[in-house]
T-cell receptor, first 113, second 116 residues
Framework: LAKTTQPISMDSYEGQEVNITCSHN???????ITWYQQFPSQGPRFIIQ???TKVTNEVASLFIPADRKSSTLSLPRVSLSDTAVYYC??????????????FGKGTHLIIQP | GAVVSQHPSRVICKSGTSVKIECRSL??????MFWYRQFPKKSLMLMAT?????????EQGVEKDKFLINHASLTLSTLTVTSAHPEDSSFYIC????????????FGPGTRLTVT
């Protein structure tokens, strides 16, 4: 089971780019890296998923170095509404089951005006 | 998109009673659904994995006789909290993995359970 480590909290300002790094030193060969966003009293929302190198979608980018022992979620030009908890999850689904569904403590991102 | 619903969104029950929470994948078939609980300002904790047509797999420390899970179809899983006690008060969240991939979880909005 790949364990993840993230900063407990981060602060930034509106319009800035925010990078949140997650360490997963014992990631397995078949594991994917997925990031979720959660607002209070809501279920987590999928942000982005990747396996290696770089992945970009309409809301974020995910950078994964060659050794895959860490990953960085990049949020461009954040706004106040990006204040939330961000979770990095490493694991794989196979044969109807799943491995690696241990959520870490997450990173509480606070955006200020 | 992939939408997962939960019902009810909030429930208050008396100690000793049972409560059923439904989790539905609205626009896709889910081979696997997961149930989590989350205490205030804490991370999500996986309770069990629910596979359609088979018994749920519970995480260590989760009582299967207290938290009954039924996955009756590819779009519905239910969690029943039996003989609820105040310490069972929590935020319960389900998620589903789409049949055939991609390998990402789609989460429901959560159910706030308060046991008085």
């Amino acid at each position: 089971l790949a364990k993840t480590t993230q900063p407990i909290s981060m602060d930034s300002y509106e319009g800035q780019e925010v990078n949140i790094t997650c360490s997963h030193n014992n990631i397995a060969t078949n594991d994917y890296i997925t990031w979720y966003q959660q607002f209070p009293s809501q279920g987590p929302r999928f942000i982005i998923q990747g396996y290696k190198t770089k992945v970009t979608n309409e809301v974020a980018s995910l950078f994964i170095p060659a050794d895959r022992k860490s990953s960085t979620l990049s949020l461009p030009r954040v706004s106040l509404s990006d204040t939330a908890v961000y979770y990095c999850l490493v694991g794989v689904y196979s044969g109807g089951g799943a491995d690696g569904l241990t959520f870490g403590k997450g990173t509480h991102l606070i955006i200020q005006p | 998109g992939a939408v997962v619903s939960q019902h009810p969104s909030r429930v208050i029950c008396k100690s000793g009673t049972s409560v059923k929470i439904e989790c539905r994948s609205l626009d896709f078939q889910a081979t696997t659904m997961f149930w989590y609980r989350q205490f205030p300002k804490k991370s999500l904790m996986l309770m069990a994995t629910s596979n359609e047509g088979s018994k749920a797999t519970y995480e260590q420390g989760v009582e299967k006789d207290k938290f009954l899970i039924n996955h009756a179809s590819l779009t519905l899983s239910t969690l029943t909290v039996t003989s609820a006690h105040p310490e069972d008060s929590s935020f319960y969240i389900c998620s589903a993995v789409r049949r055939g991939g991609p390998y990402e979880q789609y989460f429901g909005p959560g159910t706030r359970l308060t046991v008085t």
